[in-house]
């Protein structure tokens, strides 16, 4: 038997090799966060443990690490991408817009926006604006139907207006639901609300306007309750 036809003999066929083993998407590892302002440093220090205590002394946040050490539950959602043209002396410039979302769904919610070349970047900059712009929301029960003394609804009707759209979130009563659009039942649901009747006007394809009417319509929920 000549060499060639041992070398056949000893391969492994391919259907008994064992398969390769595939390579998951790389996850980068968050830096830890280092505070850099004098709120961040007391956060950080364990001498501020409450959101509520932030926005009752009316201190500013300037850093998206305090938000996620306060409120560790924090979800994002990316609502909208697209892109942005912009004619320049060299040519057309072209860059990536994205609208992220961060609620606990319990009474917090932030909305941001970000720009970039790259999408990565311009999502990274949406949920750090969104962090930064968490405000907190008052839930309840202003149902005349149901009267529980349960958080799922809002406590009054409230009403905003981003842009062209005017939204407004009436209170309903337990277990019917969000009545509401597809993206904005997913905002009312990271802000903890589980039953409202919303209306909506004007241009609602915008998400960019439909979220800050939405926003400013929850924000009402805690400054005049």
């Known amino acids: 038997m000549s060499q ?15 398969p390769r083993q595939s390579r998951g998407p790389r996850k980068e590892e ?26 009752s002394q009316g201190l500013r946040i300037q850093e998206a690490g305090i938000i996620k050490k306060l409120l560790p539950d924090l979800k994002s959602e990316v609502i ?33 926006q970000g720009k970039s ?11 750090t604006n ?6 907190p929301i008052k839930l309840g029960c202003g149902s005349w139907e149901c009267r529980c003394d349960q958080s799922h609804s ?23 639901g969000l009545v509401a659009g ?5 905002l009312l649901k ?9 209306t909506a006007k004007g241009s609602t394809a915008t998400m960019n306007s439909t979220s800050k009417a939405i926003l400013e319509c929850l924000r009402q929920t805690f400054s005049q309750g």
Do not use: H
């Not at 850099?36 to 932030?54: H, P």
């Open 30 to 55: 968050e830096a830890p966060w280092v505070p850099r302002t004098e709120l961040g440093k007391k956060v950080a220090a364990g001498l501020i443990t409450d959101m509520n205590e932030i926005y």
């Open 190 to 198: 990271l802000a903890g609300l589980k039953d409202a009747w919303t």
């Open 117 to 127: 070349k790259q999408m990565r970047v311009a999502i990274e900059k949406a949920t």
């Open 130 to 135: 969104a962090y930064l712009n968490v405000s």
């Open 80 to 112: 909208d991408v697209g892109m942005v043209q912009k004619m320049t002396p060299n040519g057309q410039q072209t860059k990536f817009k994205a609208l992220v979302a961060a609620g606990n769904e319990n009474g917090w919610l932030g909305i941001g």
């Open 154 to 176: 809002v406590p009054f009707k409230v009403r905003g207006k981003g842009g062209s759209v005017v939204v407004e979130i009436v209170p309903a009563p337990r277990g019917l």
């Open 182 to 186: 597809g993206k904005i039942r997913n």
């Open 4 to 18: 060639v036809e041992n070398q056949r003999q000893e391969r492994q066929p391919r259907g008994d090799r064992p």
